[in-house]
């Protein structure tokens, strides 16, 4: 099976940078990703990285480490719209299926203040 | 590109009673899945097809749940009969190819289930 272990809840200031950070066990690991989540609604990718290091997407990025199975997503100039849930989420190859599976951990909330 | 389309988006149920959640995924998309997600928690995924076949089902308790997915296409999750913890927002999925050089997973406004 897969665990995945993140904070249960973050609070930030708008416009600084808040970390988010996931560690993870699992077997068949192909790669780690983000998803944001608003209250309500669904969750919407945000990020993938199969290969170590930093990935930068706008405001946001995301590092993984693979020897040390773990990862973190990086949010700057923090805005309120940013607060949400952010699930870290493995992907995990299913032998001889030629598919993979999308396991996510129990997210983060985020709470962006004034 | 349309998304995803869940129904209904709201369902509330007695404890006993059977009910259906229906997912029209995104058009070409061979990858379905169906999470779980109790309120606070992560989305639990339920089950996985690749067109019409099962990829996973490991976690659906096969004996109040199932799944289909008739044509590749559509899909119908089933709870027979509820219980009060099955109050959950049922999440659906889809994705081109899962694979580490393909598109991610794009999820519908789930069903919101409460069993009473």
């Known amino acids: 099976g897969q665990s995945l272990e993140q904070p249960s809840e973050v609070t930030a200031v708008e416009g600084a940078i808040v970390q988010i950070n996931c560690t993870y066990q699992t077997s068949g690991f192909y790669g780690l990703s983000w998803y944001q989540q608003h209250d309500g609604g669904a969750p919407t990718f945000l990020s993938y990285?199969?290969?170590?290091g930093l990935e930068e997407t706008g405001r946001f990025s995301s590092f993984l480490s693979r020897s040390d199975s773990y990862g973190y997503l990086l949010l700057q100039e923090l805005q309120m719209k940013d607060s949400a849930s952010y699930f870290c989420?493995?992907?995990?190859?299913?032998?001889?299926?030629?598919?993979?599976?999308?396991?996510f951990g129990k997210g983060t909330k985020l709470s962006v203040i004034p | 590109e349309a998304g995803v389309a869940q129904s209904p988006r709201y369902k509330i149920i007695e404890k006993r009673q059977s009910v259906a959640f229906w997912c029209n995924p995104i058009?070409?998309?061979?990858?379905l899945y169906w999470y779980q997600q109790i309120l606070g928690q992560g989305p639990k995924l339920l089950i996985q097809?690749?067109?019409?076949?099962?990829?996973?089902d490991s976690q659906l308790p096969k004996d109040r749940f199932s799944a289909e997915r008739l044509k590749g296409v559509d899909s119908t999750l089933k709870i027979q009969p509820a219980k009060l913890e099955d109050s959950a927002v049922y999440l659906c999925?889809?994705?081109?190819?899962?694979?580490?050089?393909?598109?991610?997973?794009?999820f519908g406004q789930g069903t919101r289930l409460t069993v009473v």
């Open positions: 989420a493995v992907r995990v190859r299913y032998s001889g299926a030629g598919s993979y599976q999308l396991t």
């Open positions: 097809f690749q067109n019409n076949g099962v990829v996973d």
């Open positions: 999925a889809s994705s081109f190819k899962l694979s580490p050089g393909a598109s991610e997973a794009f």
């Open positions: 058009s070409g998309h061979a990858t």
């Open positions: 990285n199969a290969l170590d």
